[in-house]
Protein backbone atom coordinates (compact mmCIF):
# COMPACT_ATOMS: atom_id res chain seq x y z
CA UNK A 1 0.00 0.00 0.00
CA UNK A 2 1.41 3.45 -1.44
CA UNK A 3 0.71 6.05 1.27
CA UNK A 4 1.95 8.72 -1.28
CA UNK A 5 1.63 8.36 -5.01
CA UNK A 6 3.40 10.60 -6.96
CA UNK A 7 3.32 11.46 -10.83
CA UNK A 8 4.67 11.76 -13.37
CA UNK A 9 7.16 9.63 -13.30
CA UNK A 10 9.54 10.69 -15.71
CA UNK A 11 9.52 14.47 -17.27
CA UNK A 12 11.66 16.36 -19.70
CA UNK A 13 11.17 19.82 -19.64
CA UNK A 14 13.01 22.61 -21.87
CA UNK A 15 15.43 24.74 -20.38
CA UNK A 16 13.49 27.92 -18.72
CA UNK A 17 10.05 26.18 -18.54
CA UNK A 18 8.04 24.92 -15.83
CA UNK A 19 8.40 21.71 -13.77
CA UNK A 20 5.12 20.52 -12.08
CA UNK A 21 5.34 17.06 -9.86
CA UNK A 22 2.56 16.05 -8.62
CA UNK A 23 2.03 14.05 -4.81
CA UNK A 24 -1.27 12.67 -3.80
CA UNK A 25 -1.76 11.20 -0.24
CA UNK A 26 -3.71 8.69 1.49
CA UNK A 27 -3.63 9.69 5.40
CA UNK A 28 -4.50 12.52 6.45
CA UNK A 29 -2.62 12.95 9.69
CA UNK A 30 0.23 13.83 7.64
CA UNK A 31 1.49 17.10 9.25
CA UNK A 32 4.78 17.63 7.17
CA UNK A 33 5.04 17.30 3.23
CA UNK A 34 9.00 18.13 1.74
CA UNK A 35 10.45 17.42 -1.28
CA UNK A 36 13.98 15.63 -1.29
CA UNK A 37 15.97 16.12 -4.84
CA UNK A 38 18.59 13.52 -5.16
CA UNK A 39 21.61 13.45 -8.26
CA UNK A 40 23.10 10.14 -9.36
CA UNK A 41 25.55 8.38 -6.61
CA UNK A 42 24.16 10.74 -3.48
CA UNK A 43 21.71 10.89 -1.10
CA UNK A 44 18.64 12.64 -1.15
CA UNK A 45 18.91 16.43 0.20
CA UNK A 46 16.19 18.21 1.38
CA UNK A 47 15.22 20.69 -1.07
CA UNK A 48 11.60 22.36 0.41
CA UNK A 49 8.93 21.89 2.66
CA UNK A 50 5.42 22.82 3.76
CA UNK A 51 2.75 22.01 6.71
CA UNK A 52 -0.81 21.74 6.21
CA UNK A 53 -1.59 25.11 7.43
CA UNK A 54 -0.27 27.17 4.59
CA UNK A 55 -1.55 26.37 0.75
CA UNK A 56 1.75 27.69 -0.69
CA UNK A 57 5.24 28.04 -0.02
CA UNK A 58 7.74 29.56 -2.27
CA UNK A 59 11.92 29.52 -2.14
CA UNK A 60 13.56 30.97 -4.96
CA UNK A 61 12.37 29.32 -8.45
CA UNK A 62 10.70 25.85 -5.96
CA UNK A 63 7.39 26.30 -5.07
CA UNK A 64 5.19 23.98 -3.15
CA UNK A 65 1.08 23.95 -3.76
CA UNK A 66 -1.13 22.83 -1.11
CA UNK A 67 -4.38 20.77 -1.21
CA UNK A 68 -5.53 19.77 1.98
CA UNK A 69 -9.16 19.18 0.95
CA UNK A 70 -8.12 17.27 -1.78
CA UNK A 71 -5.19 15.79 -0.14
CA UNK A 72 -2.67 16.51 -3.04
CA UNK A 73 0.37 18.59 -3.16
CA UNK A 74 2.62 19.44 -6.27
CA UNK A 75 6.20 20.81 -6.72
CA UNK A 76 6.56 23.92 -9.53
CA UNK A 77 10.07 24.68 -10.37
CA UNK A 78 9.90 27.69 -13.18
CA UNK A 79 12.64 28.53 -15.41
CA UNK A 80 14.24 25.38 -15.05
CA UNK A 81 17.41 24.92 -15.64
CA UNK A 82 19.47 21.31 -17.22
CA UNK A 83 21.54 21.58 -13.44
CA UNK A 84 17.66 20.97 -12.04
CA UNK A 85 18.15 17.32 -13.89
CA UNK A 86 17.63 15.31 -10.74
CA UNK A 87 15.56 13.06 -9.14
CA UNK A 88 12.57 14.64 -7.30
CA UNK A 89 10.98 12.77 -4.41
CA UNK A 90 7.75 13.85 -2.72
CA UNK A 91 7.06 12.42 0.96
CA UNK A 92 5.18 13.21 4.11
CA UNK A 93 5.25 12.07 7.54
CA UNK A 94 2.90 11.98 10.84
CA UNK A 95 3.59 13.81 14.79
CA UNK A 96 5.48 11.07 16.58
CA UNK A 97 6.88 8.64 13.58
CA UNK A 98 9.76 10.47 13.35
CA UNK A 99 10.47 9.14 9.86
CA UNK A 100 9.58 10.14 6.31
CA UNK A 101 6.98 8.09 4.23
CA UNK A 102 7.96 8.78 -0.02
CA UNK A 103 6.35 8.97 -2.86
CA UNK A 104 8.37 6.36 -6.02
CA UNK A 105 10.31 9.50 -7.33
CA UNK A 106 10.29 11.44 -10.76
CA UNK A 107 13.27 11.65 -13.04
CA UNK A 108 13.52 15.29 -14.41
CA UNK A 109 15.36 16.15 -17.46
CA UNK A 110 15.88 19.52 -18.33
CA UNK A 111 17.10 20.00 -21.91
CA UNK A 112 19.20 22.87 -23.29
CA UNK B 1 31.37 18.13 10.35
CA UNK B 2 31.60 14.97 8.76
CA UNK B 3 27.18 14.70 8.31
CA UNK B 4 25.50 11.28 8.13
CA UNK B 5 28.61 8.48 7.31
CA UNK B 6 27.73 4.89 5.38
CA UNK B 7 29.95 2.61 5.18
CA UNK B 8 30.96 0.56 3.17
CA UNK B 9 29.81 2.43 0.11
CA UNK B 10 29.51 -0.91 -2.12
CA UNK B 11 29.31 -4.89 -1.19
CA UNK B 12 28.70 -7.85 -2.59
CA UNK B 13 27.16 -10.80 -0.52
CA UNK B 14 26.46 -14.47 -1.35
CA UNK B 15 22.98 -15.48 -0.01
CA UNK B 16 22.70 -16.21 3.31
CA UNK B 17 25.77 -14.62 4.66
CA UNK B 18 25.40 -12.11 6.82
CA UNK B 19 26.70 -8.25 7.64
CA UNK B 20 26.48 -5.07 8.97
CA UNK B 21 25.53 -1.65 7.08
CA UNK B 22 27.63 1.15 9.29
CA UNK B 23 26.16 4.73 9.92
CA UNK B 24 27.56 7.29 11.79
CA UNK B 25 26.36 10.91 12.50
CA UNK B 26 28.09 13.64 14.31
CA UNK B 27 25.60 16.60 14.37
CA UNK B 28 24.14 15.42 17.57
CA UNK B 29 20.64 14.34 16.00
CA UNK B 30 18.35 12.30 17.96
CA UNK B 31 16.50 10.72 15.47
CA UNK B 32 17.77 7.92 12.72
CA UNK B 33 16.57 6.01 10.20
CA UNK B 34 17.40 3.75 7.18
CA UNK B 35 15.86 3.27 3.92
CA UNK B 36 16.26 1.26 1.11
CA UNK B 37 15.78 2.72 -2.54
CA UNK B 38 14.58 0.68 -5.52
CA UNK B 39 14.10 1.55 -9.04
CA UNK B 40 9.97 2.83 -9.35
CA UNK B 41 9.52 2.45 -5.48
CA UNK B 42 11.35 5.13 -4.32
CA UNK B 43 12.79 5.10 -0.50
CA UNK B 44 10.66 2.77 1.89
CA UNK B 45 11.38 2.87 5.99
CA UNK B 46 13.20 -0.16 6.97
CA UNK B 47 13.53 0.55 10.93
CA UNK B 48 13.91 3.58 12.40
CA UNK B 49 15.34 5.57 16.10
CA UNK B 50 14.13 8.33 17.79
CA UNK B 51 17.30 8.09 20.21
CA UNK B 52 19.39 5.84 22.07
CA UNK B 53 17.72 2.31 22.87
CA UNK B 54 14.48 2.90 21.29
CA UNK B 55 13.99 1.28 17.89
CA UNK B 56 11.37 0.67 15.78
CA UNK B 57 10.27 -1.00 12.69
CA UNK B 58 8.81 0.50 9.32
CA UNK B 59 7.14 -0.61 5.69
CA UNK B 60 9.66 -3.18 5.33
CA UNK B 61 11.90 -4.54 8.47
CA UNK B 62 11.67 -7.98 7.56
CA UNK B 63 15.58 -9.73 7.32
CA UNK B 64 16.85 -7.21 8.80
CA UNK B 65 18.00 -5.86 12.87
CA UNK B 66 18.90 -2.32 14.15
CA UNK B 67 20.27 -1.49 17.31
CA UNK B 68 21.19 1.87 18.62
CA UNK B 69 23.25 2.20 21.79
CA UNK B 70 24.41 5.40 21.11
CA UNK B 71 23.21 8.76 20.00
CA UNK B 72 25.74 8.75 17.08
CA UNK B 73 25.47 5.20 15.75
CA UNK B 74 22.76 2.97 14.00
CA UNK B 75 23.90 -0.21 11.95
CA UNK B 76 21.62 -1.91 10.08
CA UNK B 77 22.03 -5.92 10.24
CA UNK B 78 21.26 -8.40 7.53
CA UNK B 79 20.97 -11.48 9.17
CA UNK B 80 20.95 -14.16 6.13
CA UNK B 81 21.30 -12.15 2.80
CA UNK B 82 18.73 -13.30 0.15
CA UNK B 83 18.87 -11.59 -3.49
CA UNK B 84 15.87 -9.34 -2.75
CA UNK B 85 17.54 -7.70 -0.47
CA UNK B 86 19.91 -6.42 -3.44
CA UNK B 87 19.44 -1.94 -3.21
CA UNK B 88 20.96 0.90 -1.89
CA UNK B 89 20.61 1.55 1.62
CA UNK B 90 20.95 5.33 2.49
CA UNK B 91 20.86 6.01 6.36
CA UNK B 92 19.37 9.23 7.41
CA UNK B 93 19.37 12.06 10.83
CA UNK B 94 17.16 14.49 11.82
CA UNK B 95 17.24 17.09 15.06
CA UNK B 96 14.03 15.73 16.99
CA UNK B 97 11.45 18.46 16.99
CA UNK B 98 13.23 20.45 14.86
CA UNK B 99 13.05 17.84 11.51
CA UNK B 100 10.39 20.04 10.06
CA UNK B 101 12.72 22.78 9.78
CA UNK B 102 15.66 21.52 8.98
CA UNK B 103 14.77 18.28 7.03
CA UNK B 104 16.89 14.81 7.28
CA UNK B 105 20.35 14.31 6.29
CA UNK B 106 20.80 11.68 4.18
CA UNK B 107 24.16 9.22 3.72
CA UNK B 108 25.58 8.92 0.48
CA UNK B 109 24.26 5.17 0.51
CA UNK B 110 25.37 1.64 0.47
CA UNK B 111 25.20 -0.33 -2.95
CA UNK B 112 24.24 -4.17 -1.88
CA UNK B 113 24.24 -6.99 -4.62
CA UNK B 114 23.69 -10.24 -3.33
CA UNK B 115 24.19 -13.21 -5.40
Known amino acids: QQQVKQSPQSLIVQKGGISIINCAYENTAFDYFPWYQQFPGKGPALLIA?????SEKKEGRFTISFNKSAKQFSLHIMDSQPGDSATYFCAASIPGRRALTFGSGTRLQVQP | NAGVTQTPKFQVLKTGQSMTLQCAQDMNHEYMSWYRQDPGMGLRLIHY???????DQGEVPNGYNVSRSTTEDFPLRLLSAAPSQTSVYFC??????????????FGSGTRLTVV
Open chain 2, 92 to 105: ASSHGDRSWVSGYT
Open chain 1, 50 to 54: IRPDV
Open chain 2, 49 to 55: SVGAGIT
